[in-house]
């Protein structure tokens, strides 16, 4: 089996920051892409960030320049930094990795729980 551990939110004033991580355990071979998705209360789930296996990122208009993906291959664990917090950021968070685990031929995607971030003063 694999799971997805997310941590790092919580409430912040506009203008703060948060790092959230999501840290990926169990019978993994390989891990692919990885991203964060958030969905407000009422709104469909969203991409916010993403990376891939090389390294290259794609990032939502909404939030480039203040967030930042990356992600530490030997933990198995991709992070989100986000910088400048809006209102509007407000959203529960999930990650997602495209994962390949041992003794399966093709990767499957992967789910963290969720983590709420919420953003006001």
């Known amino acids: 089996q694999v799971q997805l551990v997310e941590s790092g939110g919580g409430l912040v004033q506009p203008g703060g920051s948060l790092r959230l991580s999501c840290a990926a355990s169990g019978s993994i071979f390989s891990i692919y892409h990885q991203g964060w998705y958030r969905q407000a209360p009422g709104k469909q789930r969203e991409l916010v960030a993403a990376?891939?296996?090389?390294?290259?990122?794609n990032y939502a208009d909404s939030v480039k320049g203040r967030f930042t993906i990356s992600r530490d291959n030997a933990k198995n664990t991709v992070y989100l930094q986000m910088n400048s917090l809006k209102p509007e950021d407000t959203a529960v968070y999930y990650c997602k990795s495209v994962i390949r685990r041992y003794g399966q031929t093709l990767p499957a995607d992967y789910w963290g729980q969720g983590t709420q971030v919420t953003v006001s003063s």
């Open positions: 990376i891939i296996s090389g390294g290259s990122t």
